[in-house]
């Protein structure tokens, strides 16, 4: 079955100092990876998709890596508009559906 | 703001009820998934629909059915309601491609948070 683990459960930072969130997956056969952010009570806001290894993508303070076995989504000199909870998901062969890790949850102190 | 959107926001019932939750896709996206979120199991996939056909399921609940209409919205019932039904319901709405093999991005809608007294 289709694994997605996301360490570490919760991250606490100080404003400016840099992180990684990891993503590691177990999945037959990947179509893509998705980060998306999510506030409390809120939607899921995508953020990135990853569809092979070695890819990379950047947003503002944020960075996605992917491998065949994980994915980092790498936090820059964050802000504390960047306290979220961070979810990654996998698209495997079967058609569309996402699943969902449990989520990083970030905190930024000023 | 994606594009999505779902009504109600919040909902509030009985155990045993029925409800429909609603959603609207991102103009020209035919893809429908539905998806749950409660605390202890995270962000759970249910059902998805494409052009008015359901395309797969999950773990969905008898109880629980969904439809797609002509005009690409989509509903969700929700029946015999239970406590463990409260939860955090989602619409995402994609559009994907033949020429991407089906890859695509799902846009998520802000929620319905369901509670069952």
């Known amino acids: 079955e289709d694994q997605v683990t996301q360490s570490p459960e919760a991250l606490r930072l100080q404003e400016g100092e840099s992180s990684s969130l990891n993503c590691s997956y177990t999945v037959s056969g990947l179509r893509g990876l998705f980060w998306y952010r999510q506030d409390p009570g809120k939607g899921p806001e995508f953020l990135f998709t990853l569809y092979s290894a070695g890819e990379e993508k950047e947003k503002e303070r944020l960075k996605a890596t992917l491998t065949k076995k994980e994915s980092f989504l790498h936090i820059t000199a964050p802000k504390p508009e960047d306290s979220a909870t961070y979810l990654c998901a996998v698209q495997a062969r079967s058609w569309g559906k996402l699943q969902f890790g449990a989520g990083t949850q970030v905190v930024v102190t000023p | 703001d994606s594009g999505v959107t779902q009504t109600p926001k919040h909902l509030i019932t009985a155990t045993g009820q029925r409800v429909t939750l609603r959603c609207s896709p991102r103009s020209g996206d035919l893809s429908v998934y539905w998806y749950q979120q409660s605390l202890d199991q995270g962000l759970q996939f249910l059902i998805q629909?494409?052009?008015?056909?359901?395309?797969a399921k999950g773990n969905i609940l008898e109880r629980f059915s969904a439809q797609q209409f002509p005009d690409l919205h989509s509903e969700l019932n929700l029946s015999s309601l239970e406590l463990g039904d409260s939860a955090l319901y989602f619409c995402?709405?994609?559009?994907?491609?033949?020429?991407?093999?089906?890859?695509?991005?799902?846009?998520f809608g802000p929620g319905t948070r369901l509670t069952v007294l």
């Open positions: 629909y494409y052009n008015g056909e359901e395309r």
């Open positions: 995402a709405s994609s559009q994907p491609t033949l020429s991407s093999g089906g890859r695509d991005t799902q846009y």
